[in-house]
């Protein structure tokens, strides 16, 4: 059963980083693109970044460009999300998930991993 486990989250004070991790089992991480999204209470799940397989290009969005890096090593099946110079709208719950090509439909979630910035 294809599944995406993440890990990494927890608390941390503004300005301080956290790195997050998807380990994937049952589906080889090669093929497919990686996408890290994040979601608060009462809201929709927002994209957060993305990285191509091939190529390994990367996009992020507006509000954390320049602070966070995605990377991915297929070979460990696992990919990551470098966040620095945390904000607290930063807070959120953070999954990540694989599909054919970033800007392509969602083939498999993680179940999350919580993120709270605060002093």
């Known amino acids: 059963q294809p599944q995406l486990v993440e890990s990494g989250g927890g608390l941390v004070q503004p300005g301080g980083s956290l790195r997050l991790s998807c380990v994937a089992s049952g589906v080889t991480l090669d093929y497919y693109a990686i996408g890290w999204f994040r979601q608060v209470p009462g809201k929709e799940r927002e994209g957060v970044s993305c990285?191509?397989?091939?190529?390994?290009?990367?996009y992020y969005s507006d509000s954390v460009k320049g602070r966070f890096t995605i990377s991915r090593d297929n070979a460990k099946k696992t990919a990551y999300l470098q966040m620095n110079s945390l904000k607290p709208e930063d807070t959120a719950v953070y999954y990540c998930?694989?599909?054919?090509?970033?800007?392509?439909?969602?083939?498999?979630w993680g179940q999350g991993t919580q993120v709270t910035v605060s002093s």
């Open positions: 990285i191509s397989s091939g190529d390994s290009a990367t």
């Open positions: 998930s694989i599909r054919r090509d970033c800007s392509s439909n969602i083939i498999i």
